[in-house]
Nanobody, 131 residues
Framework: QVQLVESGGGLVQAGGSLRLSCAASGRTFSSYGMGWFRQAPGKEREFVAAISRSGGTTHYADYADSVKGRFTISRDNAKNAVYLQMTSLKPEDTAVYYC?????????????????????WGQGTQVTVSS
């Protein structure tokens, strides 16, 4: 089992940057695919970014079209952590951001992007972008 705790959310002006962190428990963190999702009020939870489980030193990342070129996902297996660097933030990025772990992730392929593929979820961290 994996426990996930997000941090780094907050209030930022449009055009600003934030870095979200997700700390994971457990000794097999490298075997999980990791994802970031977000949910705005009145909307369904949506995919933001994901990174595959480790295959040697290689990882595959995938992004929602709405964040490509602005957000970067990364992981540090030594620290049991995954990060989401967010730049050029827009008001429409305002949401609760969730970290999630996929126990069925495979190395050498793109990570899953559907919320139902993820087994473990954090409690979320609020990101608010003011215009």
């Amino acid at each position: 089992q994996v426990q996930l705790v997000e941090s780094g959310g907050g209030l930022v002006q449009a055009g600003g940057s934030l870095r979200l962190s997700c700390a994971a428990s457990g000794r097999t963190f490298s075997s999980y695919g990791m994802g970031w999702f977000r949910q705005a009020p009145g909307k369904e939870r949506e995919f933001v970014a994901a990174i595959s489980r480790s295959g040697g030193t290689t990882h595959y990342a995938d992004y929602a079209d709405s964040v490509k070129g602005r957000f970067t996902i990364s992981r540090d297996n030594a620290k049991n952590a995954v990060y989401l660097q967010m730049t050029s933030l827009k008001p429409e990025d305002t949401a609760v951001y969730y970290c999630a772990a996929d126990s069925n992730s495979r190395p050498w392929v793109k990570p899953d992007t559907g919320p139902s593929e993820y087994d473990y979820w954090g409690q979320g961290t609020q990101v608010t972008v003011s215009s």
